[in-house]
């Protein structure tokens, strides 16, 4: 088979995806300008994808879409699935990347459409290629759908097991599929080195998180949160004192005022009897 650009970029694309997604994930302390640059990186390698492949488009909208709704009506369910200050919540949808890549590869699907609308009559819907279509759209819906229910999880042995089996599942997958490729799109296979991408920055993570090598980027986020309140409450605290000075020192001028006015009526008070005398 002859190998294009978009299969490297599709490769990069999960990778790259993967290290982002665990950036927010475990709210690592790394400067916003570098998670800035490597968001904008992201962005940029699937818009590129999208405005080449149709096919590719074609399952990410619906792994994304997968995602949302198994976000909507399981994840955002489970008791555990909360803000926390080591962790963001479980939802797949915890950044506005996810949301923007969504609505993006439904705009380049729209695209596509009207681009080949001449061709659309000429489709067959039972060829090869188009069955295959159809063969790796039902195979990502069970990646996605499984990943979720099973490892809703960012992290865990058993997330960190369980990507490891799919990972050597598809990369066997892939190898085979070489072999038929002229009976398959390119974008299949932008599809599953995509997901192999994703999966390798993954199992790494979940490797060197296991060993605890990430715990000094997670305590310094924790330590710095832990200390922006402590500085706050401090603040607040001074707030109250001084506000507590501030009506002290009114009512002792209250109280030096009633009594000046005392002794005023009382030495009036004086002087009249003196000069009734």
């Not at 309140?229 to 020192?249: E, M």
Request: hydrophobic share 40%; net charge negative.
């Amino acid at each position: 088979m002859e190998y294009s650009i978009n299969l490297l970029l599709s490769f990069l694309f999960g990778i790259f995806l993967k290290v982002y997604d665990d950036i927010i994930d475990n709210k690592l302390n790394i400067s916003e300008y570098y998670v800035g640059i490597l968001k904008y990186f992201v962005i940029t390698l699937f818009s590129i994808i999208y405005f080449n492949d149709v096919v590719f488009t074609i399952i990410w909208f619906e792994m994304s879409l997968l995602s949302f709704l198994m976000d909507k009506f399981y994840t955002s369910k489970l008791h555990i699935s909360k803000d926390t200050d080591e962790q963001k919540d479980l939802l797949a949808f915890n950044d506005n990347v996810w949301v923007y890549s969504l609505f993006l590869s439904g705009c380049f699907i729209i695209y596509h459409v009207f681009k080949n609308f001449n061709n659309l009559k000429t489709i067959d819907l039972f060829s090869y290629k188009n069955i295959t279509l159809f063969i790796n759209i039902v195979i990502n819906f069970f990646i996605v759908t499984i990943d979720i229910y099973l490892t809703p999880e960012h992290a865990s042995e058993k997330k960190l097991y369980a990507r490891i089996f799919v990972l050597i599942i598809l990369c066997i997958f892939i190898y085979y599929m070489t072999n038929f490729s002229e009976y398959i799109y390119e974008g299949n296979y932008g599809v599953i080195l995509m997901n192999i991408g994703f999966l390798i920055a993954s199992v790494i993570f979940l490797s060197l998180d296991k060993f605890k090598v990430f715990d000094n980027f997670k305590n310094k986020g924790n330590t710095g949160d832990k200390d922006v309140k402590d500085d706050k409450h401090d603040k607040d605290d001074k707030n109250d004192k001084d506000d507590k000075d501030d009506k002290s020192d009114k009512n002792d001028k209250h109280d030096k005022h009633d009594k000046n006015d005392k002794h005023k009526k009382d030495d009036k008070h004086d002087k009249h009897d003196k000069h009734e005398k």
